[in-house]
């Protein structure tokens, strides 16, 4: 009997959740999230002040080891922050993998700065940094002390790599061409928290690094987002644009620039506070499910899970299959397999270089990202699936 | 003796409040709040999609009246968007009361539009209709049917009325602007829940009407926002470009437009339910208290409390004393004594056109503004205050 690779998928993935239909991924609220929302409906501060945003701030401080951490409305705002205080501004380009969430190329959008998109690598997922510096070195020359893109003449101001479903690109070699190229360089960090390179958390790397706690995210505030820097004092401008540009007076509004209401509210924070107690269980859920998968398709041939790359410690946020490039024409028998037998998946979206408003933005060529666009499906992947170890 | 202003100020909100300390504006929580909050948590639906958000949209547009509602994340988000749909582009200029909140000017920046201020009037605190047809016959031209500054030569495409503290503008007589000068207008209804002008809902007359839910308003979602419109379509197209312009499928990620994460997570939807059903008794409470500030300021000379203008209902959001004209240089003085004294005031904003980032805007002649920036001092007008009648 031929082998049917959707039908396998199914039942391997069912090995280890179970028959019960599942969600991609759910939010789990096993702590001290009604205490904490109480004590916030309690106190009347539900909203842009209270204690819980500082708390929040600091408890994601100390967890990453960032010198600074801004907690804001959600990771689009603190992508779109992060540029403005790169100096991404109209008519710069920004350097972004063609296969990321619409929100990385919508922030440099915010701008009115163009995305110019570059390739992915098969281990993380994320920006290709070998092929990005054979690219940059072909396409682009300094002038003043400015990398210039010579077929359109435009500055590229920055790169935004993206740890890919939690697995940590390769961001010291990102590091280096931003080193040499004159980049900044904004880790979107929205998928990675929790996620390591050589034990150092994503998004402190760069100039600044982003977080998302939406409500699909390792941890959750509903909606929300933070900003992480080493840098005290663009931390500090952070905390000022995202709160309207207010100065400080006991009673007057004099705002000093063009500011956002990007405000986590502190009924928001307090979720954050109890979710983030409960982080290293999650961790470690999520681990143990990786492991979980990987063993029961060990021996479903055609397709395999992707692992944290060397030297990395991935959150695996999304449990994330990979099939063979001879398999990549079943993926879409394997979305509906899973799907109608209640277990949700999804393809990885769609190329940014595809979408209409985007159609026309600068790119590289994109063999990896067009080919891991046909063959990555991610799987039911909350931390609370899989059999609980002794 | 002479009489003393300051301290006169303090024993008549005293009279009224009584001598604890207090702020200017707290929300109450008396209601469904926990229990909803608590049903949110349980159900997992914390975030962008669940039930409270499309409730909520609902209990909105049935209680303004307007055909659709559209939860945002906040005002300011709120008001972006109005002006991104009413087709505000870059190099345009939107006619703003110079006398607002920062959040009116700083989304027509977002759009790259130009703020261009124009002047208030006593009687609503808000945009003088008079003055403002006046100003614009004298200043602006018609040409291919769009209403040109013939100063700057660019096309004035709005105006965003604001119906300050809650009290109502002189809508009808915008409206007749509008209409004359091919203007759209959006009415920035933050402060103006459960305001109505002929008994109709303030926000519901101009193309689209923005409100705020921030933690200060008369009902909080801790930070929230809403667009109002009349016009099916519009509402549809809020919605699609206010939760990133994905395009409805199983599991594909497809957007076909540059949109924005403006989505008001499912909890903090479910507070706002739960406030909107206190929303009529808030309102009782807060009208009370200005009947009761009214009669404690009668025998107070130089100073009174700002009524809705004749034909209005305001929601009496935030109290508000005008000192006349002759004790306006004592403004700074009230302040100092109802702070010292435990009791939270503050003056109005700084206009628009002294911030550093708008000093350069187009600008009509702004006597009253100026006047009333002198004058204007909020006190104490939680719904909660005043002695409840039997």
Same mark, same amino acid.
């Given at each position: 009997?031929?082998?049917?690779?959707?039908? =396998?998928?199914?039942?391997?993935?069912?090995?280890?959740?179970? =028959? $019960?239909?599942?969600?991609?991924?759910?939010?789990?609220?096993?702590?001290?999230?009604?205490?904490?929302?109480?004590?916030?409906?309690?106190?009347?501060?539900?909203?842009?002040?209270?204690?819980?945003? =500082?708390? @929040?701030?600091?408890?994601?401080?100390? @967890?990453?080891?960032?010198? *600074?951490?801004?907690?804001?409305?959600?990771?689009?705002? #603190?992508?779109?922050?992060?540029?403005?205080?790169?100096?991404?501004?109209?008519?710069?380009?920004?350097?972004?993998?063609?296969?990321?969430?619409?929100?990385?190329?919508?922030?440099?959008?915010?701008?009115?700065?163009?995305?110019? @998109?570059?390739?992915?690598?098969? *281990?993380?997922?994320?920006?290709?940094?070998?092929?990005? *510096?054979?690219?940059?070195?072909?396409?682009?020359?300094?002038?003043?002390?400015?990398?210039?893109?010579?077929?359109?003449?435009?500055?590229?101001? #920055?790169?935004?790599?993206?740890?890919?479903?939690?697995?940590?690109?390769?961001?010291?070699?990102?590091?280096?061409?931003?080193?040499?190229?004159?980049?900044?360089?904004?880790?979107?960090?929205?998928?990675?928290?929790?996620?390591?390179?050589?034990?150092?958390?994503?998004?402190?790397?760069?100039?600044?690094? !982003?977080?998302?706690?939406?409500?699909?995210?390792?941890?959750?505030?509903?909606?929300?987002?933070?900003?992480?820097?080493?840098?005290?004092?663009?931390?500090?401008? $952070?905390?000022?644009?995202?709160? !309207?540009?207010?100065?400080?007076?006991?009673?007057?509004?004099?705002?000093?620039?063009?500011?956002?209401?990007?405000?986590?509210?502190?009924?928001?924070?307090?979720?954050?506070?109890?979710?983030?107690?409960?982080?290293?269980?999650?961790?470690?859920?999520?681990?143990?499910? @990786?492991?979980?998968?990987?063993?029961?398709?060990?021996?479903?041939?055609?397709?395999?899970?992707?692992?944290?790359?060397?030297?990395?410690?991935?959150?695996?946020?999304?449990? !994330?299959?990979?099939?063979?490039?001879?398999?990549?024409?079943?993926?879409?028998?394997?979305?509906?397999?899973?799907?109608? #037998?209640?277990?949700?998946?999804?393809?990885?979206?769609?190329?940014?270089? *595809?979408?209409?408003?985007?159609?026309?933005?600068?790119?590289?060529?994109?063999?990896?990202?067009?080919?891991?666009?046909?063959?990555?499906?991610?799987?039911?992947?909350?931390?609370?699936?899989?059999?609980?170890?002794?």
């Amino acid at each position: 009997m031929p082998s049917n690779l959707p039908q =396998d998928i199914v039942l391997a993935i069912k090995s280890v959740v179970g =028959d $019960a239909p599942l969600a991609l991924h759910e939010p789990r609220f096993n702590g001290n999230e009604w205490t904490y929302l109480k004590e916030c409906l309690d106190s009347t501060f539900v909203s842009s002040v209270g204690k819980f945003v =500082d708390r @929040f701030e600091d408890d994601l401080a100390n @967890f990453t080891g960032a010198r *600074r951490a801004v907690a804001v409305v959600n990771g689009t705002a #603190a992508l779109h922050v992060s540029l403005l205080l790169a100096g991404v501004k109209s008519g710069d380009e920004v350097l972004l993998p063609a296969l990321t969430f619409i929100a990385t190329a919508n922030a440099v959008a915010y701008c009115q700065a163009t995305p110019h @998109f570059v390739d992915s690598e098969d *281990r993380s997922l994320g920006m290709d940094a070998v092929a990005l *510096r054979d690219y940059l070195s072909g396409t682009t020359e300094m002038r003043s002390g400015q990398c210039i893109n010579r077929g359109t003449g435009c500055v590229i101001r #920055a790169m935004v790599p993206m740890h890919t479903f939690g697995h940590p690109v390769d961001i010291d070699a990102l590091l280096a061409i931003a080193y040499d190229f004159h980049l900044h360089l904004i880790e979107d960090a929205a998928e990675s928290l929790g996620s390591t390179v050589a034990g150092r958390h994503t998004g402190t790397f760069g100039l600044m690094g !982003t977080l998302s706690f939406n409500g699909n995210k390792t941890i959750t505030t509903g909606g929300g987002g933070a900003i992480l820097t080493n840098d005290i004092e663009l931390g500090k401008r $952070a905390k000022h644009i995202t709160t !309207t540009a207010k100065l400080p007076h006991r009673w007057h509004f004099v705002h000093d620039e063009v500011g956002y209401n990007y405000r986590l509210p502190n009924l928001n924070a307090a979720l954050g506070c109890a979710q983030l107690e409960q982080l290293p269980d999650f961790l470690r859920n999520k681990r143990r499910l @990786f492991e979980q998968y990987q063993a029961a398709f060990a021996e479903v041939h055609g397709v395999h899970l992707v692992a944290e790359p060397a030297g990395c410690r991935s959150n695996y946020w999304l449990q !994330t299959l990979l099939l063979d490039e001879s398999h990549a024409d079943q993926r879409d028998a394997v979305l509906a397999a899973t799907n109608d #037998a209640g277990l949700m998946t999804r393809p990885i979206w769609a190329l940014m270089n *595809r979408l209409p408003m985007y159609a026309n933005a600068p790119k590289a060529p994109l063999p990896v990202a067009e080919s891991l666009e046909q063959r990555v499906i991610n799987i039911p992947s909350s931390s609370g699936l899989g059999s609980v170890a002794p």
